[in-house]
């Protein structure tokens, strides 16, 4: 059974900064790619960024410059820094990851339950 558990939404005027965490837990042999997603109401679940377990990223154009993506392999968490939030980055965010649970799994991917993000002034 495998866990992700995401922290850090809420209400956040235009221009300022929030920092997104998931930490995943439970029966965990390797994590690949941990990443971040967002859905809007009446919108697709789009890609954020993704980063993999050797530090390669990933961005959308709408985000990039703004946002940052980094994890902590010893804690199995991933985090997302968003500066200069905009009234369209409001969204419930997900974190995704591609974990195996022993050495002889397929990687599977696991979503969190999501958080809100709300910009508004």
């Known amino acids: 059974q495998v866990q992700l558990v995401e922290s850090g939404g809420g209400l956040v005027q235009p221009g300022g900064s929030l920092i997104l965490s998931c930490a995943a837990s439970?029966?965990?042999?390797?994590?690949?790619?941990m990443g971040w997603y967002r859905q809007a109401p009446g919108k697709q679940r789009e890609l954020v960024a993704a980063?993999?377990?050797?530090?390669?990223?990933n961005y959308a154009d709408s985000v990039k410059g703004r946002f940052t993506i980094s994890r902590d392999n010893a804690k199995n968490t991933v985090y997302l820094q968003m500066n200069s939030l905009k009234p369209e980055d409001t969204a419930v965010y997900y974190c995704?990851?591609?974990?195996?649970?022993?050495?002889?799994?397929?990687?599977?991917?696991?979503w969190g339950q999501g958080t809100q993000v709300t910009v508004s002034s």
């Open positions: 439970g029966s965990i042999f390797s994590i690949y790619a």
């Open positions: 995704n990851a591609e974990i195996r649970a022993d050495s002889g799994s397929y990687w599977l991917g696991y």
């Open positions: 980063i993999t377990s050797g530090g390669s990223t």
